[in-house]
Structure formats: C-alpha cells, structure tokens
C-alpha cells in the first residue's frame, strides 16, 4: 500500500475543549476527502498559549482553530493578524505558514453570513432594519459580517450599554444602539433579529424578550447551537417566523479554514448537518 508523505494534522485550542464539536466536523472532512490525517481537541491553558501556538509548526500542524478563552489572547501571539480579525478584534483560526510563522484570521463572520446564504436563499442585508442583541465578541463578529453584507440599520442592544457603544464607536453610524429595556419594541419593522447573547445556552436561563413586535415576515437567528432551538427561535417560530440557528455558523467557518490549511474548499452537505445535529442532540 502507497503512503502518503504527510498526516494532515490541525485542531481546536481551548480550555475547556472536550465539548467542542469541531473535531466531528473536520474529521468527517478528511474522510470525505480520503485523506490520512486528524483533527484534535487541543487542551491548553491561557498561561501556556504562546507555547502551544508556537509548537504548531515543528509539530507538523498546519495551524488549528481557538476557542474560549484564547481568541483575544491569541492576538498578542501570531506573528500577523488580518483586517477582519483585527477589525472584530479576536482570532479564530491560525495558519501555519512554510517559514513557521504564524498568521491570524477569523472566520465567525464568513461562517454566519455563508450558513444564512445557505439555508436562506435570497436572504439580504439590506432588507431592512437589523436588531442584533448582545454585544461580546460573537455580536462584533455578526455585526461586521451584516455591515460588509450592506445592512443599512442595525439596532444594537446590550445589558452593558457601554459594550455596544463600543461596537458602534469603531463601526460607525449604521449600528444605532439602544438601551436593553428596549428590546421588545426595538423588534418593531425590523427584516431580522439575531441573539448572540448567552441567554437561551444549555444551564442558561433563555432570553428574555416579548416577540409580539416583531413582524412575522422576519427572519430570527440564533449563534448558539447547544441546544439547537433555543427558547428565542422556539418562540419565534411558533408566532410563524423563519429561523436559523446557530449549528451552521459553526459548520460554515470551517470552510475557510480548510482552504488555508490544505487547499480543499470542503462543503456543509445535509449529510454532515445531519452528523452534527445528531451529535447535539445526544448530549442534550
Ligand atoms: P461572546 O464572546 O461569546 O459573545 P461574551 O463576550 O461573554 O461572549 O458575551 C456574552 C453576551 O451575552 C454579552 O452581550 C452579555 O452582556 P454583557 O455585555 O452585559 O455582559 C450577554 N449576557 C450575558 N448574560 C446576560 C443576561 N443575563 N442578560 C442579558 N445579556 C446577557
């Protein structure tokens, strides 16, 4: 039997990791594509970051993604961050160039908008007015996403008000912020509405918002996949809207990453969403 040169190695970097559900995902990839090598679930430290990513590239890694809490540290590490990257000022993936050097990208933007392309054909930005709700790092990521995309109006509510006029500060004036006590009647007119607070999490109390605003024609999104429905989409969808959550941001942003690491553009097929939604489904 013929052997390949090389095993293809990436992972995931967090602490903690063993939930992540990356591994399925990109391991499904290399057996799609019949190639010999493996995705881990990397267990670091904060305090030994710097050493790990710097070990990626003796090792024989050709870079891997960063999960919490690593994606803003990881920053001060690599050797060059991207626009996008430093513009939602966090890190989800390295690449490991041929001299060893280490290059920073953050591919949770293209994974929202490319999984709302995909399971909403026909779906824009610039439908109407946008409420995102949140304001941690998975909101910048969204919100830079919507505006590349050509959102005309984002209303940005945050319980810390101070974290979305952060957003609005560098982002400029299309992002208008609002005051949390009123996100109920921020929902009035608006094309579509995205959570990307904690709320609604698995050990998480779900979001408290009133929908009875929102009109029915908008499209609700969640970025969280754990559980796959979270009490928001459940409700929105009940009043007779369309949702999305967040499983395919997840999927979607390992796309880019493939492409960096091995050359291989690797699609979202109904069969690795089937896979993952199982694999969810089983912890819950
Ligand atoms: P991430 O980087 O994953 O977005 P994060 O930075 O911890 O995570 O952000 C979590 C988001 O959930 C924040 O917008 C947070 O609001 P604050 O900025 O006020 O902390 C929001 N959040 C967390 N608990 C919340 C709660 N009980 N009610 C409303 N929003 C909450």
């Known amino acids: 039997m013929a052997h390949p040169d090389r095993f293809l190695l990436a992972g995931v970097m967090g602490w903690p990791v063993m939930h992540s559900r990356s591994p ?3 391991n499904y990839w290399f057996k799609r594509h019949d190639l010999a090598g493996t995705y881990v679930p990397l267990a670091i430290r ?3 970051l710097a050493a790990a990513l710097r070990a990626l590239h003796p090792l024989g890694f050709a870079g891997c993604n960063l999960t919490i809490p690593h994606k803003q540290q990881a920053m001060t590490i690599v050797d060059e961050v991207d626009t996008v990257a430093k513009r939602i ?26 999984n709302l392309k995909q399971e909403q ?3 824009r930005a610039d439908a109407g007015p946008i409420v995102v709700l ?41 992002i208008v912020v609002l005051p ?4 109920h009647d921020a929902l009035e007119g608006a094309a579509m509405v995205v959570n990307t607070t904690s709320q609604g999490m698995v050990g998480q109390p779900a979001l408290d918002i009133r929908l009875d605003k929102l009109p029915k024609t908008a499209l609700a999104a969640d970025i969280i996949y754990t559980p ?39 699609e979202v097929t109904a069969e690795l969403r089937a896979l993952m939604e199982k694999s969810v489904l089983s912890d819950s």
Request: aromatic share 8%.
């Open 24 to 26: 399925l995902l990109h």
């Open 46 to 48: 904060p305090e030994g």
């Open 89 to 114: 000022g966090a890190i989800s993936c390295v690449v490991v160039r041929p001299d060893g050097s280490l290059a920073g990208s953050n591919n949770d933007c293209y994974g929202f908008i490319h």
């Open 121 to 123: 054909p026909g779906w």
């Open 134 to 174: 949140g304001a941690g790092g998975g909101s910048r990521a969204v919100c830079y996403g919507l505006l590349q995309e050509d959102a005309k109006e984002i209303r940005l509510l945050n319980r810390t008000l101070a974290r979305a006029k952060g957003i609005a500060a560098e982002f400029g004036s299309r």
């Open 180 to 183: 949390w006590e009123e996100r």
């Open 228 to 266: 796959l429905e979270t009490p928001f989409l459940a409700a929105a969808r009940q009043r007779g809207s369309r949702t999305v959550n967040g499983l395919g941001m997840l999927l979607h942003q390992g796309r880019p990453a493939w492409k960096a690491w091995f050359g291989i553009e690797p």
